[in-house]
């Protein structure tokens, strides 16, 4: 028992290192999704950064405001990512050998989904570095804690997410499909404005929407105090996702070994 | 051509050409649409953007210093319009660049046949592609509330702009793909798109801008494209916002039409 749970340990831990290994092999398709959510806050801040003038505004720093954004959309990328690399692996063949190996499929899911986890460090790293230098405010060790691990576990959610395509569409042309989705699920929230401020049909949706509350828990520290009440309607859509997105991407691993 | 063989005349070589850029483009348009990696940055993204932006800071309106607009989605379409035909320009940069991988465009070198055809060819398409993206774009603005100020000429003015600045972009494209011969350069211009739309008034007005965007703005030929593709939407027509908007285009078409050739020279020397 103990040694098929450390083999399974051991099976995931490598999975995630060779994830990793490909930062480190293959960087020009990892600086896109690492850029990206910092070129986005600069530029949405640059762009809209007035709208803190608006009645109601709850921060007078847009740049502030908008960079646990920055935070969810790299998880997303990542997610995103990960999927599409499972897609290639499949396309080359690579994945019918690991669904050969005696691996669980739940170890296989977890090493592909975890390696999202640590990758997506590398984006909120700079994010924090390039918002702190143009005057951010530090969100507190509570907040940056809380923001850190939801943005990481949101990553690991939307990487379930990228399997699930991946596994339906068997190809790397299934991409503009995982982007949009986690794009539509990360901007389709308060991350341009305060609940209150958002127009039409984009007040009810981000309402609905289960990433608002992870965004406002995320966001929490860096306008102002950490607070449970806050915290648990994050922690709480995000369990959620996670069960559901976990269930459909244990349900295709089991259909493609089928 | 052998010793005796006598040139065809003018005329029968520009209607060969014609066609075999007419078949290229034919080519790269329904490659566009067979490969949901090519088309989802002309339509999907841009579409998404615009209902995000419009729906997250559509209260922009209210801000004292914005022109006056029927609403933030009239606004918003030229900025839309602009994303959709830079990212087409990116798109035909991954074709071409796929081309040149597989070796087709060596086959196309080798034929007799213009050498510039293939890069023609690709550009059409661009801007065709840019048009039925600009067409999209208003029939989505009309579907949910905008309104075309300057009515079917002034809607015929934004096509014809769209057109041209997707062809324009195309150029640029075509020089990233010249130049590189890789989808994964071309690929890695996406965020650059970003940027250059951030640092203009694509998205929100000039005045409106924080600094340092305001005053790159300023210089930014995307600008005066973005201004003249939104004035026929939200003014009655007029002369000068069109040719500013032709003039930006026409800054990016030099730049793009210059880095062309010389990438098709190298690519030329290299075949």
Redesign the interface.
């Known amino acids: 028992m103990t040694s098929g749970v450390a083999f399974d340990f051991r099976s995931t831990w490598a999975l995630m290192r060779r994830a990793i290994n490909e930062i480190a092999r293959v960087p020009a398709a990892v600086i896109p999704a690492v850029l990206a959510p910092t070129i986005f806050m600069c530029g949405l801040a640059a762009v809209f950064g007035n709208l803190t003038q608006l009645p109601g505004f709850t921060t007078d720093e847009y740049l502030t405001f908008i960079l646990p954004v920055g935070f969810l959309q790299g998880a997303a990328f990542t997610g995103a990512a990960t999927g599409v690399n499972l897609a290639r692996d499949i396309e080359l063949g690579w994945f019918d050998r690991l669904l050969a190996s005696p691996a669980p499929r739940g170890v296989l899911l977890a090493g592909t989904v975890l390696s999202a986890s640590l990758r997506v460090l590398m984006p909120i790293t700079l994010l924090m570095i390039v918002g702190l230098a143009l005057g951010v405010s530090f969100p507190g060790v509570d907040g940056l804690v809380i923001a850190v691990l939801l943005a990481s576990c949101f990553a690991a959610v939307a990487a379930c997410y990228g399997v699930i395509l991946a596994l339906k569409f068997k190809t790397q042309a299934a991409a503009p499909l995982m982007q949009a989705g986690v794009f539509m699920a990360v901007l389709f929230t308060t991350a341009y404005a305060p609940q209150a401020l958002l127009t039409g049909w984009l007040q009810d949706v981000a309402r609905l929407n289960p990433v608002t509350q992870i965004l406002e828990a995320v966001r929490q520290g860096f306008v102002g105090e950490v607070t449970w009440a806050d915290t648990w309607p994050g922690l709480l859509a995000l369990a959620g996702l996670g069960v559901l997105m976990i269930g459909f991407a244990l349900r295709g691993l089991r259909r493609a070994g089928n | 051509m052998s010793a005796g063989a006598v040139a065809p005349p003018l005329g029968a070589r520009i209607v060969a050409e014609t066609r075999v850029v007419a078949a290229l483009g034919r080519r790269s348009v329904r490659q566009a649409f067979r ?3 090519f088309l ?2 002309i339509i ?2 841009p579409s ?1 953007f615009l ?10 309106v ?2 004292p210093q914005f022109p006056p607009v029927n609403g ?1 989605l009239d606004f918003q379409l030229a900025g839309a319009m602009l994303q959709s035909t830079m990212l087409a320009g990116v798109s035909a940069a991954i074709a071409l660049a796929l081309d040149i991988q597989i070796g087709f465009v060596d086959r196309l070198v080798a034929a007799p046949i213009a050498r510039w055809s293939f890069v023609l060819g690709r550009l059409i398409a661009t801007g065709v592609l840019g048009l039925i993206a600009g067409l999209w774009f208003l029939a989505v603005g009309l579907v949910f509330g905008a309104e075309i100020v300057a009515g079917v000429p002034g809607a015929l003015v934004v096509l014809v702009l769209v057109g041209l600045n997707a062809i324009a972009w195309g150029t640029i494209g075509a020089a990233i793909a010249l130049n590189s011969g890789s989808p ?2 071309a ?2 211009i ?2 650059i798109v ?2 250059i ?3 203009s008034s694509a ?2 007005p000039e005045n ?3 600094e ?2 305001k005053t790159i703005a300023e210089w930014n030929p995307m600008s005066l494209i973005a201004d003249g593709l939104r004035d026929p939407i939200i003014s009655e027509l007029s002369l000068g916002p069109v040719l500013e908007g032709l003039g930006g285009i026409a800054i990016v078409a030099a730049i793009g039409a210059v880095l062309s050739a010389r990438g098709l020279n190298k690519k030329l020397r290299s075949a």
């Not at chain 2, 209902?51 to 922009?60: D, L, P, S």
């Open positions: 490969r949901p990696q989802a940055p999907i993204f998404l209902a995000v932006n419009t729906g997250g800071a559509g209260r922009a209210d801000l933030f994964s350069v690929q890695g996406f965020p970003f940027v739309l951030f640092l998205f929100f409106l801008l924080l340092p965007a």
